[in-house]
């Protein structure tokens, strides 16, 4: 196997390090999927063994990279995976906005590795100044492949446009110091409506004018929630409570330019969040909902 890459461009390379300091937020491991055509980081549930991931981001190669190489396992298996702790490769990666160039390759040192060579502009004399991150890695062997497969999902029931992200974000930490979930309402009309309650009192914040991209309605509603948006038409609104923090950190994607993220919500069962960048990177982010 082989794998070899060159970053030259100041924005590809800002938007790279922006990704993965957010994926790093989200999990302390996750797996690295090297192919042909993109770069894919994998983040799958810690605590339930052999589960869908619950992240999914990929990165067309070709917008990225000046220089791409790679060999995978076989001519029939031509990928590679790699597990490797998100966090070490973010903070290797601190200085790239500001570097001149990033070479990124899989090595064999005392175990594998992703070594990362930064050239970077010295702050006390016009040379340059060339750093060396050795980052391991565990090679996933081809058994385990299928564990890493992109989620097979249900049809959503709505997806909605999110409002700013910085704007909802701020909105979610709030909630989250009073409770521990969020109930996310979805109508027809393009409103996004955001839940918590406590013992004490019950918190709502809506965003109205969004845009609806789908809506698979009529949705069915029991007796009891029916009652309690009357003024509401029920079978136009879809509804799922999710874990706060979950979706809290998703919106630390805020610090990556894009120009589209979406809300797609199946009915009290899941929550998909999608963010998509103008280089056509898709972060998506599956939340399961909560059922009591």
């Known amino acids: 196997m082989k794998f070899r890459c060159v970053m030259i461009d100041a924005g ?16 302390k491991e996750c797996v690295l999927r090297v192919t042909a055509e993109q770069l894919y980081f994998i983040v799958c549930d810690e605590n339930n063994g052999p589960t869908p991931p619950v992240l999914w981001c990929e990165i067309p190669q070709a917008l990225f990279f000046s220089e791409y190489q790679m ?7 031509k990928d590679i995976y790699l597990e490797v702790i998100s966090v070490n490769l973010a903070k290797s990666l601190v200085t790239l906005k500001s570097a001149k160039s990033l070479k990124m390759k899989l090595t064999k040192k005392q175990c594998p590795c992703i070594t990362l060579e930064i050239e970077s502009p010295s702050a006390t004399s016009q040379q340059m100044r060339h750093v060396t991150h050795d980052i391991p890695v565990i090679v996933i062997p081809r058994m385990r492949w299928s564990e890493f497969n992109e989620p097979k999902i249900p049809y959503p029931d709505i997806s909605i446009e999110l409002p700013p ?3 909802l974000r701020t909105t979610i930490d709030r909630m989250r ?5 969020v109930v996310i309402r979805a109508s027809a009309e393009g409103r996004l409506t955001l839940q918590i309650r406590t013992d004490m009192a019950k918190v709502s914040t809506r965003f109205k004018g969004l845009t ?4 698979g309605g009529p949705i069915e509603h029991s007796d009891s929630e029916t009652e309690t948006q009357i003024n509401e038409d029920m079978s136009r609104i879809c509804t799922c409570r999710v874990d706060a923090k979950k979706f809290s950190l998703f919106l630390s994607a805020d610090q990556i330019a894009h120009n589209r993220t979406v809300c797609s919500v199946v009915h009290k069962k899941l929550v998909i969040l999608c963010l ?8 998506q982010c599956f939340i399961s909902g909560i059922v009591y």
């Open 12 to 27: 590809p390379m800002r938007e790279f390090s922006n990704i993965v300091a957010t994926i790093s937020k989200l999990s």
């Open 71 to 77: 060999v995978g396992l076989d001519d029939e298996h």
């Open 165 to 167: 992200l910085k704007q």
């Open 177 to 181: 110091a009073m409770a521990s979930e």
């Open 212 to 215: 609806v991209e789908a809506f």
């Open 276 to 283: 998509q960048t103008q280089e056509n990177v898709k972060i």
